[in-house]
T-cell receptor, first 113, second 109 residues
Framework: DTAVSQTPKYLVTQMGNDKSIKCEQN?????MYWYKQDSKKFLKIMFS???????INETVPNRFSPKSPDKAHLNLHINSLELGDSAVYFC????????????FGAGTRLSVL | SQQGEEDPQALSIQEGENATMNCSYK?????LQWYRQNSGRGLVHLIL?????REKHSGRLRVTLDTSKKSSSLLITASRAADTASYFC?????????FGKGTRLSVIA
């Protein structure tokens, strides 16, 4: 059983399109995250949810909208995709918010053409 | 701003040698964690050291923490080709973890 699973693994799309990435965790954790990893491997937090409530919203364009239907799921919807959105997006979860160990999904490689 | 900074950015060693990576950070922490990322995969937690600990071991991994210098080191002993990966430190305080930029380790067989 995969602890944190995200789909799709690869996403290739044209500029201007809208796409979604889904994430699910079966660890019973309260907190979930979205990260963006650029080509230089820099891992930047985008959003964090705790029990379906948004607790971190870093400086991310409004085109990115997270949605958490329940605490086991955190989806990421991206509108009007731009070339600069190309990156690997990781979902992660932790038992609670704060300095707890995080468990990562395998990543979604987004390529915007 | 980014909390942890790993050093070196890249490291290449022969199989069997030891690999040492360093992490420096700026503010007070509750713990410091090290993660590994294999190519094309997500990060995997390796070891956590609390702010009141100075050294911790896990298998071939040894982590030290010096809170006075705000630095940590990760030592991998008797490295193997399978240790080839990027290694990230992450600092934990009252906010979620903040990750460094990573050290890319290449172990040559």
């Amino acid at each position: 059983d995969t602890a944190v699973s995200q789909t799709p693994k690869y996403l290739v799309t044209q500029m201007g399109n809208d796409k979604s990435i889904k994430c699910e965790q079966n660890l019973g954790h309260d907190t979930m995250y979205w990260y963006k990893q650029d080509s230089k491997k820099f891992l930047k937090i985008m959003f964090s949810y705790n029990n379906k409530e948004l607790i971190i919203n870093e400086t991310v364009p409004n085109r990115f909208s997270p949605k958490s239907p329940d605490k086991a799921h955190l989806n990421l919807h991206i509108n009007s995709l731009e070339l600069g959105d190309s990156a690997v997006y990781f979902c992660a979860s932790s038992q609670r918010t704060g300095e707890y160990i995080q468990y990562f999904g395998a990543g979604t490689r987004l390529s915007v053409l | 701003s980014q909390q942890g900074e790993e050093d070196p950015q890249a490291l290449s060693i022969q199989e069997g040698e030891n690999a040492t990576m360093n992490c420096s950070y700026k503010t007070s922490i509750n713990n410091l964690q090290w993660y590994r990322q294999n190519s094309g995969r997500g990060l995997v937690h390796l070891i956590l050291i609390r702010s009141n600990e100075r050294e911790k071991h896990s298998g071939r991994l040894r982590v030290t923490l010096d809170t006075s210098k705000k630095s940590s080191s990760l030592l991998i002993t008797a490295s193997r080709a399978a240790d080839t990966a990027s290694y990230f430190c992450a600092t934990g305080g009252n906010t979620p973890l903040v990750f460094g930029k990573g050290t890319r380790l290449s172990v040559i067989a």
